[in-house]
């Protein structure tokens, strides 16, 4: 079942092998390693059944993680539905500068805006339980997802608001801003593809894809403490246009970093008005 099924995924996921293992260890309700324990387990009509069911899905080029309704991220395990957008492993350095740029015993409030599944907020959030952090998001659906995942988890130290970017805020003063927020240009060839499943909103952002961009950097200024930072992840050729829309709108200390392809991916800027 195993080869066939990878035969069939070959021409429409570029892993094919480890999706047909993760679609029957699903459907057996058994850990991956459990398919190479029992290499000769005879499956019942109903699995195989099940399984093909699953495959099926898979070759319309359905993402694994709705078929199976998790991500991992950040080594904890999420929820995820097509109101959300699943989870990407570049995200994670996102997550890394974070921690790495505040102090960690320090009582830090933190705003994730645009939470989605609220991966970055609760990948924080499990890092640093003595953080206040804001999960903001404008769709009432992704909020119920990143609600969900906060409790599986038993993560608590997490507020969740819906709203548009900043305006869902309660209060200002916050030691950071993050966000992952949409910086695909509306006419990129890969949109449509990509949207197929996935939801728009939280993918494209104009016609050079910097629309949502722009808002955060205007008004995460007006909730930030002096010296308070805005880290923003962005297409990997968006850095130059990111780091001048920091400076035009006078943040400071501006640096961009690459994920682990050498892609620029995460800007950061410190808000110093004086």
Excluded at 96 to 110: G, H, N
Excluded at 120 to 136: G, H, S
Aim: net charge positive; glycine share 4%.
């Amino acid at each position: 079942m195993l080869n066939q099924a990878s035969q069939q995924l070959a021409t429409s996921s570029e892993s094919p092998r480890l999706d047909a293992e993760l679609l029957l260890a699903y459907t057996l309700d058994k850990p991956r390693g459990y398919l190479y324990a029992n290499p000769e387990l005879n499956l019942s009509t109903q699995q195989i059944n099940n399984f093909l069911k699953l495959l099926n899905r898979r070759l319309t080029q359905e993402p694994i993680a709705y078929i199976l309704g998790y991500k991992e991220f950040y080594s904890i395990d999420l929820r995820v539905n097509k109101n959300v957008l699943i989870p990407r492993p570049e995200t994670e350095l996102l997550v890394e500068l974070v921690l790495a740029k505040l102090e960690s015993q320090a009582k830090i409030k933190l705003a994730d805006l645009g939470t989605g599944s609220g991966a970055i907020a609760l990948a924080i959030a499990y890092k640093r339980p003595n953080w206040q952090i804001f999960a903001t998001d404008k769709s009432t659906k992704a909020l119920a997802v990143a609600k969900n995942n906060a409790r599986r988890l038993s993560i608590q130290n997490i507020k969740f608001l819906q709203g548009n970017w900043c305006h869902a805020l309660p209060f200002r003063n916050l030691n950071a801003i993050v966000s992952n927020p949409p910086y695909i240009c509306k006419h990129d060839s890969h949109l449509q593809k990509i949207t197929k499943f996935e939801p728009t909103l939280a993918l494209a952002a104009g016609e050079a894809g910097l629309q949502h961009i722009k808002t955060i950097i205007k008004q995460a200024k007006k909730f930030l403490i002096t010296k308070g930072l805005l880290i923003l992840e962005h297409g990997f050729d968006q850095g130059n246009k990111v780091r001048q829309l920091m400076d035009d709108q006078k943040y400071t200390n501006i640096e961009t970093h690459q994920d682990l392809a050498g892609y620029e991916r995460v800007t950061i800027g410190y808000w110093n008005p004086f």
